[in-house]
């Protein structure tokens, strides 16, 4: 895969998940923290 081509798309979790509001919601939830979490460690990609 192309790292120049990849497209980033965002979607709210509900967008996927609407017929369990409950579960887009703990989606939603552990998406914010992970993103928080990676922004303070960032991943660099080498061993």
């Known amino acids: 895969m192309l790292?120049?081509?990849k497209v980033r798309v965002f979607q709210p979790a509900d967008a996927v998940y609407s017929r369990n509001t409950?579960?887009?919601a703990r989606?939603?939830?552990f998406h914010s923290a992970l993103s928080e979490f990676q922004g303070e460690h960032a991943w660099t990609g080498h061993g």
């Open 3 to 5: 790292v120049e081509a």
């Open 22 to 24: 409950t579960l887009a």
């Open 27 to 29: 989606i939603t939830c």
